[in-house]
């Protein structure tokens, strides 16, 4: 028979090896993750970093008194109605002069984005001086041979997409000529919505985004921590609180989008706000982020030593002044730290604003909170519903924006509780 120590050396054996196998199956389990993070991250930004740029034709262009009305471009009617598309396409044609039936002139003019001639109109009516003149300027090409100068193709290896041959050997003769280049899409910052996808930009949704969020900070912040001090510091313990607390708890795990239906319920056909604006998202966004500030300003509250409380209640400070001189400095930092976190959460939300109007088509960008407007994750939505290939760019590029703001935001949080939170 074994003796008793034997026993003990092969149990300690057996736990130490289940102990190494836990610890390998932990350290399997994180590489895991992190593979597929790095593969998710991996194949945004594969299809998406093309987004950035714009592929851009160099065109010699007159601006000539034929293209205006009567001849005569004096006010700002005029200037405003010229034909540009007409300067546009006539630019092409000097480029092409071999070009001369009238489908191969269409396809040639084809080459071009709709929103060329509107940046030649803002040009020209910028600086009227240009009348009569000619100059040089790069203008966006149609999305086709955006996405070919790219080398996405919708066929087999070596197909143009959807131009036809003729097309492509126009645009290979450009792109040769040093007459076709790729820029920066400064435009998919400043520009909102488009059917075009190389006219269609974030910069309506980015606005949106931030006046929506800038509304449910200013409520979400003084409310949620008022509600955490009054729980936490001055509220009698009873049943009452007692239910609050538990509703509280509650509400933080609700579906957002049954916020939505709150909001819609409540703001748009009680209260009458207008749909699709920042104001009604931010109240709804606001709902949805207050459990998760007062359950995190509760936690920090108490973890404040009560030391602090009645040091300051012996010095003979009432229990207000304990609260707002005392114990409120110190959780602060901890506080902002979950009500970035909380709009972090609202950042990413577009459930709840689908419910109030926020899916709407918008092509200007808001300049106000009653504005009609949309946000970022519903402008990533909107795109991704989109059949054209540029679309698909143009989503993943929206979504390396969202998750740029969504790793700023998060890292914000941790420097402010590295940098001001208090160990006692």
């Known amino acids: 028979m074994p003796s008793t120590v034997e026993l003990m050396q092969r149990s300690l054996k057996r736990r130490y090896a289940a102990e190494r196998r836990f610890r390998l199956?932990?350290?399997?389990?994180i590489l895991a993750a992190l593979l597929f993070l790095l593969f998710l991250f991996g194949a945004i930004i594969s299809k998406g970093y093309m987004g950035f740029l714009q592929t851009r034709v160099l065109l010699p262009l007159t601006i000539s008194t034929e293209y205006f009305e009567a001849g005569a471009p004096e006010d700002i009617e005029a200037l405003r109605g010229a034909n540009y598309n007409g300067m546009i396409k006539d630019a092409m044609r000097d480029l092409f002069p071999q070009v001369t039936k009238?489908?191969?002139?269409?396809?040639?003019?084809?080459?071009?984005?709709?929103?060329?001639a509107d940046i030649l109109r803002n040009k020209v009516m910028a600086d009227p001086g240009l009348i009569g003149s000619s100059m040089e300027l790069w203008l966006p090409v149609d999305d086709d041979v955006d996405m070919y100068i790219k080398g996405h193709f919708d066929g087999e290896a070596g197909s143009t997409g959807r131009l036809n041959s003729q097309q492509a050997a126009w645009v290979d003769g450009l792109h040769a000529d040093g007459k076709i280049k790729k820029f920066f899409n400064t435009g998919f910052f400043t520009s909102g919505d488009s059917r075009e996808p190389e006219l269609a930009g974030i910069g309506g949704a980015l606005m949106g985004t931030f006046l929506t969020l800038l509304v449910t900070l200013?409520?979400?912040?003084?409310?949620?921590v008022g509600a955490a001090v009054?729980?936490?510091?001055?509220?009698?313990?009873?049943?009452?609180?007692?239910?609050?607390?538990?509703?509280i708890n509650n509400l933080a795990?609700?579906?957002?989008?049954?916020?939505g239906l709150l909001g819609?319920?409540?703001?748009?056909?009680?209260?009458?706000?207008?749909?699709?604006?920042?104001i009604t998202g931010g109240f709804v966004l606001t709902l949805m982020t207050l459990p998760t500030i007062i359950i995190s300003s509760r936690a920090v509250l108490k973890s404040v030593p009560p030391s602090i409380r009645e040091a300051a209640l012996g010095v003979g400070a009432s229990r207000v002044q304990m609260m707002f001189h005392h114990?409120?400095?110190q959780a602060l930092p901890g506080m902002l730290t979950g009500t970035i976190i909380g709009m972090s959460q609202a950042l990413g939300e577009s459930a709840p604003l689908l419910m109030i109007g926020m899916v709407a088509f918008i092509v200007d960008v808001p300049g106000g909170f009653l504005d009609p407007s949309t946000v970022l994750p519903v402008q990533i939505f909107l795109w991704a519903d989109s059949p054209e290939r540029a679309f698909v760019e143009r989503?993943?590029?929206?979504?390396?924006?969202?998750?740029?703001f969504l790793v700023l935001m998060n890292a914000t949080a941790i420097y402010l509780r590295k940098r001001y939170e208090k160990q006692w």
């Open 230 to 247: 009054y729980l936490e510091e001055f509220a009698p313990k009873n049943r009452w609180t007692d239910l609050i607390e538990v509703n």
């Open 395 to 404: 989503t993943s590029a929206a979504i390396i924006v969202l998750l740029g």
């Open 102 to 116: 009238r489908g191969e002139r269409r396809s040639l003019s084809r080459l071009i984005s709709p929103g060329a």
């Open 264 to 278: 819609l319920a409540v703001f748009i056909n009680f209260f009458g706000t207008p749909r699709s604006a920042p």
């Open 25 to 29: 199956y932990g350290l399997l389990s």
């Open 218 to 224: 200013a409520l979400s912040f003084p409310i949620g």
């Open 253 to 259: 795990a609700v579906p957002s989008i049954v916020f």
């Open 327 to 329: 114990v409120l400095p």
